[in-house]
């Protein structure tokens, strides 16, 4: 059992920062990627960032040298820090990890409940 929990969402308004954390807690034998998604309503599911475990980064072109996505290895925990907000990042964030589990040594992908963002004045 692998599970996923995101914290840091809420109200800010336009121009402001956030940090999102998500942990990943478990029978985890090794995480090959975590990474952020949102869905705006009535929009579909869309990449934000991603990080290996080697640390390599790609960002959505629309988030790019605003938002920051980070790691800590050995907490298992993915960061995303969030700068200049605007209300066209409101959206439900979620948290994403391609994993091996420990028990049946498998390569499984889990998701997050969700942390609700919303940019507005």
């Known amino acids: 059992q692998v599970q996923l929990v995101e914290s840091g969402g809420g109200l800010v308004q336009p121009g402001g920062s956030l940090r999102l954390s998500c942990a990943a807690s478990g029978s985890i034998f090794s995480i090959n990627a975590m990474g952020w998604y949102r869905q705006a309503p009535g929009k579909q599911r869309e990449l934000v960032a991603t990080i290996t475990s080697g640390g390599s980064t790609n960002y959505a072109g629309s988030v790019k040298g605003r938002f920051t996505i980070s790691r800590a290895n050995a907490k298992n925990t993915v960061y995303l820090q969030m700068n200049s907000l605007n209300p066209e990042d409101t959206a439900v964030y979620y948290c994403?990890?391609?994993?091996?589990?420990?028990?049946?040594?498998?390569?499984?992908?889990?998701w997050g409940q969700g942390t609700q963002v919303t940019v507005s004045s």
């Open positions: 994403h990890a391609a994993l091996t589990t420990a028990v049946t040594i498998t390569r499984s992908s889990y």
